[in-house]
């Protein structure tokens, strides 16, 4: 029995001084800062390479018509980040993309531009090195293009999409271009099919983005092409045991490393007017446009003031005839002048 109580003795003092070491590591847990606040001096001045890329970027309009010209010496980066502003000044169209285009180009960021099909195919077949795309809210780029696009972009691993109205429903009929299929569909056994005979299809793509995929589209993907991941969510573990990587989050823009240091006033201003060179423009030796209204109001004033007057002395007699009517010694004085005018005459 002594020997009982002194093992007892001996075990809860060791119980009771683990219990102590959890508690206060457990309160050294919530005192642990993991966002440690990074100390953040004075703003480091643009470079000059920021600066220039604004200063083309504000008047990138006037440049346009000979952008090919002017950026076929230009490096990837710098060709990109004129994308990304033109794509931010919704100054981004075929023409623009493909005079800027450049093959050894991994991402591509195209969305909400006027970008169509045949500009999305031209770009496929110079930069065949995609990585990731973005098509969300592009409304002239329909399920052909981007058939075309998986076909010449093999490296292709993340595509975005939707966004809009036409986008959506150019999501939803590529899904049956995303999916690989069975050239040879007369075969014994899927285990005698060489690779070549199953084609088509997104082989590399990986993580598809589509926001606001319905029910029956991500259940249809993930049980016929279970290699591609529907909306990834950020997560430190990966998924599936891959990485998710950046370019498959809606929430980050593409194009953005390129155009980070750039001053966003650069593209405050959207788009632009065209500049109408047609000869049948107002000559600079007519008169400018306020003088024209002024003239045309005084002409205007000119022609109706007879009108006016007319009006006005209408006017003045119903008034003179109301007031007749309703006072009493008005019209004593009215029927007096009358009579008198009555002996008058009769003179």
């Not at 206060?24 to 990074?38: C, F, I, Q, Y």
């Not at 960021?109 to 195919?121: A, E, M, Q, R, T």
Request: charged content about 30%.
């Amino acid at each position: 029995m002594e020997k009982t109580k002194a093992g007892k003795n001996e075990v809860f003092p060791n119980l009771i001084e683990k219990n102590k070491a959890c508690k206060n590591l457990t309160a050294s847990l919530h005192k642990l800062d993991l966002n440690p606040r990074v100390f953040r001096g004075k703003a480091k001045p643009p470079s000059l390479l920021a600066l220039c890329l604004g200063v083309v970027g504000k008047h990138l309009e006037d440049i346009i018509v000979d952008l090919g010209e002017i950026a076929v010496n230009f490096p990837a980066d710098i060709k990109m980040a004129i994308a990304a502003i033109a794509r931010r000044r919704k100054l981004l169209n075929d023409e623009v993309i493909i005079a800027l285009a450049d093959s050894s180009w991994e991402i591509l960021d195209i969305s909400g531009s006027d970008i169509s099909d045949s500009g999305l195919v031209i770009v496929a077949k110079m930069c065949k090195s995609l990585r990731a795309v973005d098509v969300s809210r592009c409304d002239k780029i329909t399920a052909t293009g981007v058939s075309d696009l998986v076909q010449h972009c093999h490296s292709l691993e993340t595509l975005r999409c939707g966004g809009s109205l036409r986008s959506e429903h150019t999501a939803r009929r590529s899904l049956g271009i995303l999916k690989p299929k069975l050239n040879d569909v007369e075969g014994d056994s899927w285990e005698e099919l060489d690779t070549t005979e199953i084609g088509f299809g997104a082989q590399s793509l990986r993580w598809f983005v589509w926001p606001k995929i319905d029910k029956d589209s991500s259940e249809m993907l993930s049980t016929e092409c279970p290699r591609i991941i529907v909306n990834p969510k950020p997560t430190p573990f990966g998924f599936r045991g891959f990485e998710v990587p950046r370019e498959a989050f809606p929430d980050i823009k593409l194009d953005d490393p390129f155009v980070k240091d750039v001053d966003p006033q650069t593209w405050s201003v959207c788009g632009f007017t065209p500049k109408i060179t047609s000869s049948s423009l107002v000559n600079s030796n007519e008169l400018p446009i306020a003088e024209r209204f002024r003239l045309a109001y005084v002409e205007r004033d000119t022609r109706l003031a007879p009108k006016r007057a007319k009006n006005a002395r209408q006017h003045q007699r119903r008034a003179e005839r109301e007031w007749m009517m309703g006072d009493t010694s008005a019209k004593a004085i009215a029927l007096a002048s009358k009579a008198t005018k009555s002996l008058n005459t009769r003179k």
